[in-house]
């Protein structure tokens, strides 16, 4: 097979994850407690791929760029980091697409600042660009374009950015742009060392090309952007765009095509496909989930919801019931796993940070919000990972009592709820300073109470969301075994901790100053 | 879409000082983006670090950056004249540590030539 342009990523994405989108998390962390040989097993499985190297399923943000240069007529394939070596000595170019490369990303950061191990994701990063078949095809003068949506991390590693000869860095949205950079790398021109993919110039909803093969997991894209507005996340930089439900289905199609009949819904917010505006409506949500199951799927997935469009959604009309009715009596599925972000328990720190999270409630009302849509998830058989952002600008420590009361008053949810630290994102990127941070007294209060409450919830959620894979059962049941048992160990090693953060010596530096 | 393209001609410490110097007056404009072209022999390592900031600030402009090792000046000269045949870049703004640059003449020479507005930025 001859292929001018490779797509690849390091094996802790290059993976179905078991069919279970949520053990993805553990690629963000070092192994503990298990040889990094088992949890590799367990997080990132090696996929099937065809006689030619190329993976039966792959990561969707690299399949719309294999989709753009097949289009336009390039001659592009996904392959499988193992199978590089029988196309890289006659290719052109090697495209890398990560959301996590040097695990800067949250929640990379907070298990390798408090483990203070790399973890798998950096891990693995490193040595595929470290490899024989990419050192050899750098040294015969083949490009390396990398992207995605954790490109902005090149910015602060320039060390590695000159050692592996990267060539094109593309921060955004890359289906146009790939094109005019490889119609360059066919024509010798010179290639752009960086590219940042303004607002304005982003692919319209047309532009956005059909993917060509299986994503993971069935993960297919319902719309860009977000009309949130919080200040830390950079979706909300993109116009909203609503993915046309002909092309969802023609995804659904291809995906089913190459035997994955799950579909992974995915936006930043699901319940506001079609709505235009804050508050989900009725119609456009349930023609897209009848014309998806309409397809004979076998379950059906949503990626995030807000937790504030899941109370207005069943507030008015029940739609969050309806939705999850329709699914569970077309397909066999008995629950649905999503993730969802609580951030702050603080009103005070919602407003200054995440102002329209809340919408179209006040954010004074945030901490009743979260909990009454965590009781319809619950009575919905959702199952929320949600996530806490600790160290957020103008953060306070009266801002954690806030977030640790409302934690007291989640306990009863099964829910997992996982602690991440601020990374520098959004309209707040340009705060580099806080990539490097120190672990306050106050956040090991938080983290450890998020280590109660999802210990308390994960072997029940396992037991549910794990049933199809006994083996993986196994494995992450004897994990959670190591840390129920080990907490007691933990508890002094938690205290020795507290006692230096709380005298500023409990530091993440993952860059120079 | 209207690009504006830079040229900047620095060495060491000054090119972040001329990048800033350059971008304030994209800023101005009404262009949706900028190609930037560097005309130096230093590597991403020095570079970037400079260029860091004014990178993470803007959030409302498309950016491209090149680096153009001195010796591939002529494929600049020809890359700006692709650029501005394919209607992509309707302005062009010329840095230069030294004003008496040989560079520089040859640049506004270009502009001239194709009949693409410039404008020269001093220190």
């Known amino acids: ?513 | 879409m209207s690009y504006a393209c830079i040229v900047l001609i620095a060495s060491g410490d000054n090119i972040g000082r001329a990048f800033v110097k350059c971008f304030n007056e994209i800023r101005k404009s009404k262009v949706h983006g900028v190609f930037t072209f560097i005309v130096t022999n230093d590597g991403i390592r020095k570079v970037i670090p400079q260029l860091r900031p004014i990178i993470l600030n803007n959030i409302s402009h498309g950016v491209s950056i090149y680096l153009v090792n001195h010796n591939e000046f002529n494929r600049l000269v020809s890359e700006i004249n692709v650029l501005f045949k394919q209607s992509v870049i309707t302005s062009f703004y010329i840095y230069s540590d030294d004003i008496n640059n040989g560079y520089v003449r040859k640049l506004i020479d270009l502009a001239e030539r194709i009949g693409l507005k410039y404008k020269v930025v001093t220190k």
């Open chain 1, 1 to 513: 097979m001859d292929i001018d342009f490779i797509l690849t990523v390091d094996r802790t994405l290059m993976t179905d994850h078991h069919g279970k989108e949520f053990i993805g998390f553990m690629t963000t962390s070092p192994a503990i407690g298990l040889p990094e040989r088992l949890w590799m097993w367990i997080a990132a499985p090696k996929p099937k791929v065809d006689e030619y190297g190329r993976p039966k399923e792959a990561p969707y943000g690299l399949r719309k760029i294999e989709a753009a240069l097949i289009d336009a007529g390039f001659k592009a394939a996904i392959i499988d980091p193992d199978f590089l070596h029988k196309y890289l000595p006659r290719a052109k170019a090697l495209l890398i697409g990560h959301h996590d490369f040097f695990a800067f990303c949250a929640p990379s950061n907070v298990w390798w600042a408090v483990t203070k191990k790399e973890p798998v994701n950096r891990k693995y990063f490193i040595k595929l660009m470290e490899s024989k078949p990419i050192r050899e095809f750098k040294k015969r003068g083949g490009k390396i374009i990398v992207g995605g949506p954790a490109a902005w991390q090149w910015l602060h590693v320039e060390d590695f950015w000159e050692e592996w000869g990267i060539d094109t860095v593309i921060d955004g949205e890359g289906e146009k742009v790939i094109v005019d950079i490889a119609q360059r790398i066919i024509d010798g021109r010179s290639l752009p060392k960086y590219v940042y993919v303004a607002p304005r110039e982003v692919p319209s909803v047309d532009e956005i090309p059909i993917i060509k093969g299986a994503s993971v997991n069935g993960l297919i894209e319902i719309m860009r952007g977000c009309p949130r507005g919080c200040r830390f996340c950079s979706v909300t930089l993109r116009p909203l765009r609503y993915i046309p439900l002909d092309k969802i289905i023609a995804e659904v199609r291809v995906n089913m095509k190459y035997g994955r009949n799950q579909v992974l819904l995915h936006s930043e917010d699901v319940l506001l496909y079609g709505a235009y505006d804050i508050k989900p409506k009725e119609e456009p949500l349930m023609k897209l989930h009848k014309a998806v199951l309409d397809q004979g799927v076998d379950a059906v997935g949503w990626s995030h919801v807000s937790l504030a469009a899941v109370v207005y959604a069943e507030r008015n009309g029940r739609i969050v019931s309806k939705l999850l009715d329709l699914i569970f009596s077309k397909t066999n599925q008995k629950f649905m796993g999503v993730q969802t972000g609580i951030e702050t328990g603080s009103p005070r720190l919602a407003k200054i940070i995440m102002p329209a999270k809340a919408a179209p409630y006040r954010p004074e009302q945030w901490p009743d919000i979260v909990e009454e849509a965590f009781s319809i998830m619950a009575e919905n058989k959702i199952l929320p990972a949600a996530t806490l952002i600790l160290n957020l600008p103008e953060e306070k420590p009266e801002d954690i009592e806030k977030t640790l009361e409302l934690m007291d008053r989640l306990k009863d949810y099964p829910s997992l709820i996982v602690p991440m630290y601020f990374v520098p994102l959004g309209v707040l990127k340009d705060r580099r300073a806080l990539l490097r941070f120190h672990i306050k007294k106050e956040h090991i209060e938080v983290m450890w109470k998020c280590l109660e409450h999802s210990l308390r919830w994960a072997p029940k959620l396992a037991e549910i969301y794990l049933a199809g894979t006994p083996l993986v059962k196994i494995g992450i049941k004897i994990f959670l075994k190591l840390i129920e048992w080990r907490k007691k160990s933990l508890e002094g090693k938690v205290k020795r901790i507290l006692e230096e953060a709380s005298k500023g010596k409990y530091s993440h530096t993952p860059i120079r100053a």
